[in-house]
């Protein structure tokens, strides 16, 4: 992040105590920048990146590895966490038709799951995209067949994303796919299965998707955002649990104080020179007071999310 002003001046309010929101009480805390986080979940820090204990056992909500291609994520990761965040190999598999594919793909494994029948339709499948690719792909469905052809599409990638995101391939953008899916297509995973995997020149390099090994805490993603919310803690500024946001005060297009709501019914105000939130935009737009205009409410009640 970019310079901070001094703390003598300022007083930061963060809604949410998420990844998002945390990391940014974090780098705020480091340089001594007062910060209030607000966080309506009256037991958990973390989001959907929380680790959850019932019965003496921890959940992961999410499937979070870790991994990035940037290296400041990865050292602040470890600044973190120390030598609690380990490296642990990876085991992946896709359920398909009653076999279970290893994951990244792995060619005998897939051609013998397949079939040898199936196998070659995939492959005819991929060469044709190849010749006649979709010009201008304007949606995953066709930014992925372009890549792996129609065939392997709807075996592998059609169901799996509709399900995780909950709407059609059709109305997910291309610009989204190629950027989720960077530098991966068919010949890539053959490739990659069947040579000797050379070690990228740089860490920007790596297709993701095809990692082997990945860092995990010692106790789950939700130990690193615990963590965050101790390091807040230990500087004075303990994480507010239990706070749901009632109003967003605002003024000459500026943001002047939130209003929150304890589980007893209290309304609590944090008054701050700046704000920062990471709760979903919906629910911003919602509590904002004065109301925002009728169709910024109407555009913000469209919005989708994914939750748990």
């Known amino acids: 992040m970019g310079p901070v002003a001094t703390a003598e001046r300022d007083e930061v309010v963060v809604l949410g105590a998420g990844p998002a929101g945390l990391t940014a009480a974090y780098e705020l805390t480091k340089h001594d920048v007062p910060v209030t986080v607000i966080e309506k979940d009256p037991s958990y820090v973390g989001g959907l990146a929380r680790t959850v204990e019932h019965n003496g056992y921890r959940f992961d909500i999410g499937g979070h590895r870790f991994f990035s291609k940037n290296q400041e994520i990865e050292d602040l990761w470890t600044e973190v966490m120390q030598d609690e965040m380990l490296t642990r190999g990876r085991l992946s598999r896709i359920y398909y038709r009653g076999r279970f594919y290893a994951y990244p793909i792995k060619a005998f494994n897939a051609l013998w799951n397949l079939g040898p029948v199936e196998a070659v339709r995939c492959l005819v499948s991929y060469a044709y995209a190849k010749v006649r690719p979709i010009k201008n792909p304007r949606s995953l469905e066709d930014w992925v067949r372009n890549q792996f052809g129609w065939r392997l599409y709807s075996i592998f990638f059609k169901t799996y994303t509709e399900k ?28 990659s299965a069947l040579l000797p995997k050379r070690k990228p020149r740089k ?28 390091i ?22 500026a943001v002047t104080a939130v209003v929150t709501t304890d589980d007893g019914g209290a309304n609590h105000p944090h008054i701050g020179t700046d704000f920062i939130s990471s709760i979903p935009v919906r629910e911003l737009v919602a509590k904002l007071n004065p109301p925002a205009p009728e169709k910024v409410r109407n555009a913000a009640n469209r919005l989708g999310y994914r939750d748990f």
């Not at 082997?212 to 965050?228: I, M, T």
């Open 164 to 191: 995780v995101w909950g709407i059609s391939t059709k109305e997910l953008s291309a610009d989204w796919a190629a950027q989720r899916i960077k530098s991966l297509d068919l010949w890539v995973v053959i490739r």
């Open 203 to 230: 860490r920007g390099e790596i297709v993701t998707t095809l990692i082997d090994k990945f860092r995990y805490p010692r106790l789950g993603p939700g130990q690193v955002w615990e963590r965050v919310a101790e």
């Open 232 to 253: 807040s803690a230990s500087h004075g500024h303990p994480v507010l649990l239990g706070e749901s946001v009632a109003a967003i005060r605002h003024e000459a297009g």
